[in-house]
């Protein structure tokens, strides 16, 4: 976990900046019975920088500032990722050290879908590591954003019962390629808000229900697509200034 820190570490306090919000959330969860559901930009580094606060913030830190927290990993966290994507690059192979609960996707193959029954395995395996640890996981399955949750992450929520943290992020899709591995562009501030825990019935709350939870607290619901976004109402402000400008020509 050392070496996999020092690798990263200038990805997100370097070449590019981390503005994290929520640190003090993390101090206050048990030891274990915790997982953490986040909105998914790359394949790795969005799960990198999770270890790079999570270790911070419970070692007392407000950023990621120095190498201190480095020396003091939480080695019962876990990474729920694709298998497909954990077969080749250091950072991957790391990563299957120090935590990845690697599962098939039972919709997706190397860019295609697919229909595949659910590997019972890979369900207890996650069931272990909330039981023993905190778990990240990206219930979209996929980078691509406003995707559905995938049903499977409420099932394993109404099973184990754990303390479910929603965690937001930005930035990652300008700052990396796909996998996250290599730096596309630099000087990008990336940002990490951890939220307080959901409000989940496990009783008398459906899948359903938990799924419409999760993806308005991770900001990827279908509905917040209706809200106008940034560079739309930029893109809108240039046309006005065009419209002004052509207003004023004489013909």
């Known amino acids: 976990m050392f070496i996999f820190g020092l690798i990263s570490k200038r ?20 030891d274990n019975q915790v997982l953490f559901v986040s ?28 190498y201190k927290y480095l020396f003091h990993p939480k080695t019962n966290l876990y990474y729920v990722a694709a298998k497909e994507t954990m077969t080749s690059g250091i950072l991957p192979k790391i990563f299957m050290y120090v935590g990845a609960i690697p599962i098939e ?3 997706r193959s190397k860019g295609k879908d697919v229909k595949r029954p659910v590997k019972f395995d890979d369900i207890a395996n996650i069931s272990k590591a909330i039981q023993d640890g905190w778990v990240i996981t990206f219930p979209q399955g996929t980078t691509t954003p406003f995707k559905p ?15 479910v943290i929603p965690i ?24 990490f808000k951890i939220k307080p825990p959901l409000p989940i019935d496990y009783e008398n709350d459906s899948v359903d229900e938990i799924v419409e939870q999760i993806a308005y607290a991770i900001e990827q619901h279908k509905d917040l697509l209706k809200v106008v976004s940034i560079e739309e109402i930029k893109k809108e ?9 052509w207003s004023g020509r004489n013909y």
């Open 11 to 30: 990805r997100y306090k370097g070449f590019n900046e981390l503005k994290i919000e929520g640190m003090d959330i993390i101090r206050n969860l048990p």
């Open 237 to 245: 402000e240039e046309n006005n200034k065009k419209r002004n400008f």
């Open 105 to 107: 996707r039972t919709w």
């Open 168 to 191: 937001v992020i930005d930035g990652f899709r300008r700052s990396f390629d796909k996998k996250g591995l290599q730096i596309k562009k630099r000087g990008i501030l990336q940002s």
């Open 39 to 66: 909105n998914h930009q790359t394949y790795f580094a969005d799960a990198a920088a999770m270890y790079h606060v999570f270790f911070a913030a419970l070692n007392g830190q407000n950023d990621i500032s120095g």
């Open 149 to 163: 949750i995938r049903r499977g992450t409420a099932h394993l929520i109404k099973k184990n019962k754990p303390i």
